[in-house]
């Protein structure tokens, strides 16, 4: 069995949120900037910020096809919160590209805009559930059309706002504002 090596990709956004409730669930993260760091790393968390500037960094970085290569190779999971899912995404008209990593259509800012975010209690129907949390909603994409092998792990009222595919999660709001690390508990276990 490989150990669990956590890292948090560090280039813009809720970074140090990620990096604290991944301690909380056990392990010690490293802050992922460079290819290289990929070899050291079981898991990675994408986290929110803002989609396009992400998209840019990742570039700079040299990390926007290294990370979708290792996904598909299955030596990566991934967990993307907000703009994160909004790269695992399917390939659609809006920017930024998308990493066709989730058969899911993430449409960015789909609740309205910054005075529209809002806080709603969340269901987990699958993954770390059953059970509710605090769901943090911050310029949210809104989930479309999905198909299988998507999963449905978290609903707010009748709509999709986390879905799993494989090893890669993906989540439009941000559980790394609360203190409820079950997402993060259940992401290692992946
Ligand atoms: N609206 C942002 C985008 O489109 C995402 C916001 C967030 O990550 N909280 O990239």
Known sequence: MTAICAGVLALQGSVEPHLRAL?????????????????????????GGESTTLHHLLELHSLSSEIPQRVEAGDLALLGTCAGAILMG???QESPPRWNLIDVEFQRNGYGRQVHSFIEPIEWIAGPGPGASEGIFIRAPRIGQLSPPVEVIATLGTEAVAVRQER?????FHPELTEDDRLHRWFLSL
């Open 168 to 172: 890669c999660v993906a989540c439009t």
């Open 23 to 47: 301690s909380r669930a056990g392990v010690d993260p490293i802050e992922l900037r460079r290819p290289d760091q990929l070899d050291q790393i079981t898991h990675l968390v994408l986290p």
């Open 90 to 92: 399917r390939e659609c």
